[in-house]
């Protein structure tokens, strides 16, 4: 279970790292992805020839992994959500760092949480987009830590708690916080996974169980035009309804990355990135992809999320923490550990948030 843990968020500062080579283009080709990351390792391959100490990175992490290492420090250090201090560590990152590509509102959040007299953490964040809050997947990307934090108590209802409050600091819309609580309950899902392969059905069935509760609680939450605008689509608990079309999709044996695009989305929104993140999740564990072969699970699923192009570091990173999940730091090439950006912090934070369960 350690190296299930580590290999989570190793796995999400990989799949941000080589993810963001390739961030806002709309097509992508699996080819050039695979050449990105053959650059690492025959980087690594000579490397080892000369006997030479390995270089610093090539590939950098973005917003979602320096936002994910706020919530793992904070909560290991408070050893429970306190509100104050990881909105502070989100502000103070932001500051200290801010070319990391994050979001276009969000940075407004961390502006107004830096005013002393601020007295409601949660109250700039609620106050994005007219007072509907953003959609952004800013909430979602960041969440594995949570996952991690919470894994031990084994409870659904403290985990989707948890993971609204770390999301509302700068996400309060319903599918950025429930886009949140999806990618939490995947990567808790695939860390108590026991047998592989994995059944696509079981898992998905699995997780809209999890979620169709989530979803008509929100719905009380809800603006009178959020609702009229849902109702009209058809879709009331709208994640439960790309879960089912997940299903669909994996059964379709001439599928294409248009198809995929279309139906569940790779943009810089909750609802559409973190279903596209669980679909390569399962695509790579469930079935062949030709373009891919020789390559193990965890780097399928990789370069699949990648290949889905638009928001590729995010549905990446997200796609990452739920594979590594499962399949553990055996899987993830030494490579793209060593050239990437932040892997051994990521390690030690999952270290760390193993022992606290074990307190
Ligand atoms: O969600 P957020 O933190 O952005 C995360 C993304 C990831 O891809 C990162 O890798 C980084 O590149 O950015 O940041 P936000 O600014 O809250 O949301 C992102 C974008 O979603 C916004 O800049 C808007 O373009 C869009 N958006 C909305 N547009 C219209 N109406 C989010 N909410 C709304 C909305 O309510
Ligand atoms: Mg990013
Ligand atoms: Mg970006
Ligand atoms: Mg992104």
């Not at 961030?23 to 390792?41: C, I």
């Not at 987009?129 to 934090?149: K, T």
């Not at 559409?272 to 079935?287: E, N």
């Not at 020789?294 to 999320?305: D, H, I, M, P």
């Amino acid at each position: 279970m350690l190296s299930r843990f580590k290999a989570c968020l190793v796995g999400a500062v990989v799949g941000d790292c080589i993810g963001s080579n390739f961030e806002g283009l709309l097509a992508v080709k699996l080819s050039d992805v695979v050449n990105s990351v053959l650059k690492l390792e025959e980087c690594n391959q000579q490397a080892q020839e000369k006997e030479e100490a390995g270089p610093s990175p090539k590939y950098f992490y973005t917003d979602d992994t320096a936002m994910a290492r706020s919530v793992a420090a904070s909560l290991l250090d408070k050893k429970h959500f306190d509100a104050r201090d990881m909105a502070d560590r989100f502000a103070t990152e932001y500051f200290n760092d801010p070319d990391r590509g994050y979001g276009g509102s969000v940075v407004t959040v961390f502006e107004n949480l830096k005013d002393p007299d601020l007295i409601d953490v949660f109250r700039p964040a609620s106050m994005q987009f007219g007072g509907r809050g953003s959609f952004g997947n800013g909430g979602a990307m960041r969440i594995a830590p949570a996952a991690l934090f919470a894994f031990h108590d084994n409870d659904l209802a403290k985990l989707k708690v948890l993971v609204s409050s770390i999301t509302r600091i700068t996400h309060t819309h319903h599918l950025a916080i429930n886009g949140a609580i999806l990618q939490a309950f995947a990567v808790d899902q695939s860390l108590r996974q026991q047998q592989q392969p994995v059944d696509a059905d079981e898992f998905i069935d699995s997780l809209i169980s999890k979620m169709k509760p989530v979803e008509e609680e929100s719905s009380a939450g809800k603006t009178p035009a959020d609702n009229t605008r849902e109702k009209k689509d058809g879709h009331p608990t709208p994640y439960c309804y790309k879960l089912l079309k997940i299903k669909e999709l994996l059964k379709n044996r001439d599928l294409h990355v248009e198809d995929v695009v279309n139906e569940l989305g790779n943009d810089v929104s909750a609802f559409g990135s973190v279903p596209a993140a669980v679909f390569s999740f399962l695509k790579a564990a469930t079935q062949n992809i030709p373009e891919l072969n020789g390559r193990n699970k965890f780097e399928q699923t990789v370069l699949y999320a990648i290949g889905l192009g638009g928001d590729t570091d995010t549905i990446a990173t997200m796609a990452a923490a739920i594979a590594g999940a499962l399949y553990g730091m055996e899987q993830i090439p030494k490579a793209w550990q060593i050239y990437c950006e932040g892997v051994e912090d990521a390690e030690r934070a999952a270290e760390e948030l193993f022992k606290l369960g074990s307190l």
